[in-house]
C-alpha cells in the first residue's frame, strides 16, 4: 500500500541525506521524495512517498522521530490530502498530427509550451494517478522524452 508521509524538518545541510539514509539502511524503497521551503525559513517540508504495510510505515515513522532534525511526522491518508505531480512531456508531432495532439492534450488538462516542426512540449499538474493515464494516452504518438516531479501533498 502506497502512504505519504509529512515531515516537517529543520532547514538545514544534510537533513535530506540523513533522511534519505534511513531508508535506504532499512532497504525500503521510495517511489518519490520532495523537498522544499515552508512558510517558515528554519524549517523544509519533506514529502516522501513510500509503499508498505501499516507496520513498516509505522516502524519508518518510529525511526524518522529519532533523527534530530526531524519536528515532526505525518502518515497523511489520501481523503485527507491535496496532492499534485507536475509533468514536461515532448511528443512526435509533425504538421498533420498536431490539432489531433493538442485535443488530445486539451482533454488531459495539459498545455503546449514549446513546439518545433518536429514535437510539442506538453506541462500537466494533476494527480498522480491522471499523469499515469497522459502518460499512457499519449504513448502511441511517440514520446520522445518525459520528466516529471513526485509528489506534492498538503493535508486539508
Not at 531508508?23 to 528554519?42: K, L, P, V, W
Not at 519533506?46 to 526531524?70: C, F, H, N, W, Y
Amino acid at each position: 500500500m502506497k502512504h505519504v508521509l509529512s515531515a516537517l524538518v529543520n532547514n538545514s545541510p544534510g537533513v535530506t541525506s540523513r533522511v534519505s539514509g534511513l531508508f535506504r539502511r532499512r532497504g525500503y524503497n521510495i517511489d518519490s521524495f520532495i523537498g522544499s521551503s515552508t512558510e517558515d525559513e528554519r524549517f523544509s517540508r519533506l514529502t516522501i512517498v513510500v509503499r508498505g504495510d501499516d507496520v513498516v510505515i509505522a516502524q519508518v515513522r518510529s525511526q524518522m522521530e529519532k533523527l534530530e532534525d526531524v519536528i515532526a511526522i505525518e502518515d497523511i491518508k489520501p481523503e485527507a490530502m491535496i496532492s499534485k505531480v507536475l509533468l514536461f512531456m515532448k511528443v512526435k508531432a509533425d504538421i498533420n498530427d498536431r490539432v489531433g495532439i493538442i485535443v488530445v492534450a486539451s482533454a488531459c488538462n495539459a498545455k503546449v509550451i514549446e513546439m518545433s516542426k518536429d514535437y510539442m512540449i506538453f506541462e500537466a499538474l494533476d494527480t498522480e494517478e491522471r499523469i499515469s493515464e497522459m502518460i499512457e494516452i499519449f504513448k502511441p504518438y511517440g514520446i520522445i522524452e518525459l520528466v516529471k516531479t513526485g509528489v506534492v501533498a498538503m493535508k486539508r
